[in-house]
């Protein structure tokens, strides 16, 4: 099981660690409209990696004022970033398979 929470456990410390993510469906993204091809779902994966990324960095800020933080919204917001990547990932994979077709 802790395998699984390993990259939450990463983004916690390394609240930068979260742009990864952003930058890669952004630039899959990207790609896919210079072709054009639009892809709804890798541009949502993309938006909620963005605010998850700032919120990351906001809790990371708040976590250095406490004595001793407790993060319980990981335990939905961990899940949860992860269906919002497989999401992604399906989308790009959709997108990209679907050749001149529109992929939403």
């Known amino acids: 099981m802790s395998a699984f929470y390993w990259p939450t ?23 896919l409209r210079r072709m ?6 890798l541009l949502v994966a993309t938006a909620l ?15 250095q004022h406490v004595i001793a933080p407790i993060r319980i919204d990981l335990i939905v917001l961990g899940p949860l970033m992860y269906v919002v990547t497989g999401v992604g990932l399906v989308s790009w994979w959709r997108a990209r398979s679907h050749r001149g077709a529109r992929a939403g």
């Open 9 to 31: 456990v990463a983004w916690v410390e390394y609240p930068l660690l979260t742009l990864v993510p952003v930058l890669l469906f952004g630039a899959a993204f990207w790609h």
């Open 36 to 41: 054009g091809r639009r892809s709804r779902g």
């Open 49 to 63: 990696w963005v605010v998850y990324a700032i919120y990351e960095c906001v809790m990371f800020v708040w976590a």
